[in-house]
């Protein structure tokens, strides 16, 4: 059964702030996504990666198949990045993991 | 709008009242999804239906029903709901190749907030 973790749980950081959100999983998997859910309970898909590195504005997310690890960065964080951020390892169904709550502060 | 609409955003019931959540999305995917968000729990895979067949049902109790009339239109009828069913419920939906692909182009929708009182 595959498990995912994210680490930190919970996240405060000042506005500019380079930001790291991790995830591990425990079985070996085809894709991995990264979901932001804002406060109002919305869920938007950022990423899916399955090998390497993928930059989408200030969002980067990587991922180490071999270590079964992804990343997600944020650069310059703003304010309105406050949000829970979820990675989903992708099979037929997707397994999530926790999601770690972001607040970046003025 | 993500292309997946949720109705009603939010919904307060009582434990014998029948109601249910509506979702709809004009993507042309082939499969659509429930899920379940309780405070401070992961998010929970009720009911799968890849080309408008029920393929997964996640351990849900019968109170749920589940309702695909069409690729487009996904219901979740609810009937004597108990106050721990309270949480954000979830639509998405996605493409798939076969009953058993794996789903692309994975879009929520913006939830319904259910209070059961």
């Known amino acids: 059964k595959n498990e995912v973790e994210q680490s930190p749980q919970n996240l405060t950081a000042q506005e500019g702030e380079f930001i790291t959100i991790n995830c591990s999983y425990s079985?070996?998997?085809?894709?991995l996504h990264w979901l932001q859910q804002h406060p109002g309970g919305g869920i938007v898909s950022l990423f899916m990666l399955s090998s390497g590195k993928k930059k989408h504005g200030r969002l980067i997310a990587t991922i180490n198949i071999q270590e079964k690890h992804s990343s997600l960065h944020i650069t310059a964080s703003h304010p309105r990045d406050s949000a829970v951020y979820i990675c989903a390892s992708a099979g037929q169904n997707f397994v999530f993991g926790p999601g770690t709550r972001l607040s970046v502060l003025p | 709008e993500t292309g997946v609409t949720q109705t009603p955003r939010h919904l307060v019931m009582g434990m014998t009242n029948k109601k249910s959540l509506k979702c709809e999305q004009h993507l042309g995917h082939n499969a659509m999804y429930w899920y379940k968000q309780s405070a401070k729990k992961p998010l929970e895979l009720m009911f799968v239906y890849n080309f408008k067949e029920q393929t997964e049902n996640n351990s849900v109790p019968s109170r749920f029903s589940p309702e695909c009339p069409n690729s487009s239109h996904l219901f979740l009828h609810l009937h004597t709901l108990q106050p721990e069913d309270s949480a954000l419920y979830l639509c998405a939906s996605s493409q798939v190749t076969h009953s058993k692909g794996t789903p692309y182009g994975y879009t929520f929708g913006s939830g319904t907030r259910l209070t059961v009182v």
């Open positions: 079985v070996g998997i085809s894709a």
